[in-house]
């Protein structure tokens, strides 16, 4: 599925970038309308929020209107969110909370996820893969001297046997280990990696910062604290501008051990019996399990980019985003 740009179109791809270009972690891009019966309402991740924004953005902007338009509400904001005339729910904030909504609910289509299915997940949540992120580590700037932890390193800061920045090379600062709050789908990525538990942490990790939950990817916990470090989406610290990420810095993480910290983005649907049974109105948007729409084409999500200035396909937004996209083949297929 590829789209033309028309006038409104390419007002809609501008707008997309330049959002891209200047997102604060403060606003809120929910859904400019309140969803109908047949649009597809999408909650749940902090690291893809943005992305199926713009996805829904483009996907909307089709001529004649779609009769079943995207709809995605971010993870953080003003709370309730209406997700259908008369229907209001409290904002799920991470791809966890995103999980259960659609789990719980009938009126939610589809959750964003940054986490790969877990054991408390609902049987008919599927998982469909899209695109790729890159996983690594932000810290306060008084954290000089230190550019890149390996693993073994990454482990032993928050199994708390690192206490010290002087022990890898840096300031005599103490290491305060920062985690995102506890729906979030990167907190759980990440724990799995460095061997702690996502539901109970080590004492010297942190999920409060001044009384507040740490949000994931945003910078502000991070430069507030002296000594910190904290996981972040390499492609959502990216889209900060200069003032969004004063006081912090990103940090590397060497090859091979970086494969790891690689995770796959997913959208979830219910589709009991996994592959081959999604709904064809979500099939046609994220795949059908086995990388298809219902008809056998390419998913709405699977367009890969191009280089052509007069169309916009959402690999191009995808990368437009900082994520990576999957090899043809692999995107909109079911990962158990």
């Given at each position: 599925?590829?789209?033309?740009?028309?006038?409104?179109?390419?007002?809609?791809a501008a707008a997309a970038v330049a959002m891209v270009a200047t997102s604060a972690l403060s606003a809120s891009a929910d859904a400019p309308f309140t969803p109908d019966a047949d649009?597809?309402?999408?909650?749940?991740?902090?690291?893809?929020?943005?992305?199926?924004?713009?996805?829904?953005?483009?996907?909307?902007?089709?001529?004649?209107?779609?009769?079943?338009?995207?709809?995605?509400?971010?993870?953080?904001?003003?709370?309730?969110?209406?997700?259908?005339?008369?229907?209001?729910?409290?904002?799920?904030?991470?791809?966890?909370?995103?999980?259960?909504?659609?789990?719980?609910?009938?009126?939610?289509?589809?959750?964003?996820?940054?986490?790969?299915?877990?054991?408390?997940?609902?049987?008919?949540?599927?998982?469909?893969?899209?695109?790729?992120?890159?996983?690594?580590?932000?810290?306060?700037?008084?954290?000089?001297?230190?550019?890149?932890?390996?693993?073994?390193?990454?482990?032993?800061?928050?199994?708390?046997?690192?206490?010290?920045?002087?022990?890898?090379?840096?300031?005599?600062?103490?290491?305060?280990?920062?985690?995102?709050?506890?729906?979030?789908?990167?907190?759980?990525?990440?724990?799995?990696?460095?061997?702690?538990?996502?539901?109970?942490?080590?004492?010297?990790?942190?999920?409060?910062?001044?009384?507040?939950?740490?949000?994931?990817?945003?910078?502000?916990?991070?430069?507030?604290?002296?000594?910190?470090?904290?996981?972040?989406?390499?492609?959502?610290?990216?889209?900060?501008?200069?003032?969004?990420?004063?006081?912090?810095?990103?940090?590397?993480?060497?090859?091979?051990?970086?494969?790891?910290?690689?995770?796959?983005?997913?959208?979830?649907?219910?589709?009991?019996?996994?592959?081959?049974?999604?709904?064809?109105?979500?099939?046609?948007?994220?795949?059908?399990?086995?990388?298809?729409?219902?008809?056998?084409?390419?998913?709405?999500?699977?367009?890969?980019?191009?280089?052509?200035?007069?169309?916009?396909?959402?690999?191009?937004?995808?990368?437009?985003?900082?994520?990576?996209?999957?090899?043809?083949?692999?995107?909109?297929?079911?990962?158990?």
């Amino acid at each position: 599925m590829r789209f033309t740009r028309t006038v409104r179109a390419t007002a809609v791809a501008a707008a997309a970038v330049a959002m891209v270009a200047t997102s604060a972690l403060s606003a809120s891009a929910d859904a400019p309308f309140t969803p109908d019966a047949d649009d597809v309402v999408i909650v749940g991740s902090d690291t893809t929020e943005f992305v199926l924004n713009d996805l829904s953005a483009l996907y909307n902007s089709r001529t004649p209107t779609p009769t079943r338009r995207m709809a995605s509400f971010d993870a953080t904001g003003p709370s309730p969110i209406t997700i259908r005339p008369g229907v209001s729910i409290t904002r799920p904030n991470g791809s966890s909370a995103g999980i259960n909504a659609l789990c719980s609910r009938t009126d939610i289509d589809s959750a964003r996820s940054s986490r790969p299915r877990g054991a408390s997940d609902c049987a008919d949540a599927t998982f469909l893969q899209y695109a790729k992120d890159q996983l690594r580590w932000m810290a306060n700037d008084d954290v000089t001297g230190v550019g890149s932890l390996t693993d073994a390193q990454l482990t032993s800061i928050y199994n708390c046997n690192l206490t010290n920045w002087s022990q890898l090379g840096g300031p005599n600062l103490a290491i305060v280990p920062l985690i995102p709050q506890p729906n979030s789908g990167t907190r759980n990525f990440f724990a799995g990696l460095v061997g702690i538990s996502s539901s109970t942490p080590p004492s010297c990790v942190k999920d409060t910062v001044n009384g507040s939950l740490v949000q994931e990817h945003d910078p502000a916990p991070v430069a507030a604290t002296a000594g910190s470090i904290a996981p972040v989406s390499t492609g959502r610290y990216n889209l900060l501008t200069p003032a969004q990420q004063a006081g912090t810095v990103l940090g590397a993480i060497p090859t091979p051990d970086s494969n790891a910290y690689d995770r796959t983005l997913f959208q979830v649907v219910k589709a009991p019996g996994g592959a081959g049974n999604v709904p064809a109105y979500l099939a046609d948007l994220f795949g059908d399990g086995f990388g298809f729409s219902s008809d056998g084409g390419t998913p709405y999500i699977c367009e890969p980019s191009d280089t052509d200035p007069a169309t916009t396909t959402a690999g191009d937004i995808i990368k437009a985003n900082g994520f990576l996209e999957l090899p043809a083949g692999d995107c909109g297929v079911e990962v158990p």
